[in-house]
């Protein structure tokens, strides 16, 4: 059974405090995203990564940063967190090429910036 | 021109009708138009997709309908159910990644 996992379901920070949001697949895909879903807003796209150590930003790249140092793992990274980032975190992976086909998403992280 | 514009918003469906969720887009290098579906305290899943060289493409209750020329492209639930209930987001792949619509939140009502 494919899995992306989220190290968090539920996590609560105060205001300026650098948050780690962790995601790990099991099925050797080449991408991996990090996705940001607010209601009526639906997912947007915050970074991704092709490939080890690659980056890219998504639309709404602000105030995050994103770590890919081994192929299973992707990490984002909220500098200083604020109140706007309270929000649900949606990792995914997807193989690359025509073979992307689908993003396998993990249950999500609430985050709650107070 | 890298959105996919998604409606309704929401939608009630009594049991036994038939959802229509509509979804349109600009960009013509999309190649690939998945729909997921989310379920509460879930993360999406993939549900139906469809290539932009096919008008149609149906699996069980589940019909997407592309209209190429139109830059538009549909979900249509046969037979929807109460455990159809859930948000369903349309999405286009571009070169690395998937562009989401905002979601429509489906009821079904028994």
């Known amino acids: 059974d494919v899995k992306v996992t989220q190290s968090s379901r539920y996590l609560v920070k105060r205001t300026g405090e650098k948050v780690f949001l962790e995601c790990v697949q099991d099925?050797?895909?080449?991408?991996m995203f990090w996705y940001r879903q607010d209601p009526g807003l639906g997912l947007r796209l915050i970074y991704f990564?092709?490939?080890?150590?690659?980056?890219e930003k998504g639309d709404i790249p602000e105030g995050y940063s994103v770590s890919r140092e081994k192929k299973e793992r992707f990490s984002l990274i909220l500098e200083s967190a604020s109140t706007n980032q309270t929000s649900m975190y949606l990792c995914?992976?997807?193989?690359?090429?025509?073979?992307?086909?689908?993003?396998?998403f993990g249950q999500g992280t609430r985050l709650t910036v107070v | 021109q890298q959105q996919v514009k998604q409606s309704p918003q929401s939608l009630i469906v009594q049991k036994g009708g038939i959802s229509i969720i509509n979804c349109a887009y600009e960009?013509?290098?999309?190649?690939?138009f998945p729909w997921y579906q989310q379920f509460p305290g879930k993360g999406p899943a993939l549900l139906i997709a469809?290539?932009?060289?096919?008008s149609e493409k149906k699996e069980g209750r589940f019909t997407i309908s592309f209209n190429k020329s139109a830059k538009q492209f549909s979900l249509h639930i046969m037979d929807s159910q109460p455990g159809d209930s859930a948000t369903y987001f349309c999405?286009?792949?571009?070169?690395?990644?998937?562009?989401f619509g905002k979601g429509t939140r489906l009821l079904v009502k028994p």
């Open positions: 995914a992976s997807s193989l690359s090429g025509d073979m992307n086909t689908e993003a396998f």
């Open positions: 099925m050797d895909h080449e991408n």
């Open positions: 990564s092709y490939d080890v150590k690659m980056k």
């Open positions: 960009n013509t290098a999309f190649d690939y």
């Open positions: 469809i290539r932009p060289d096919v």
């Open positions: 999405a286009a792949r571009t070169s690395f990644s998937f562009i």
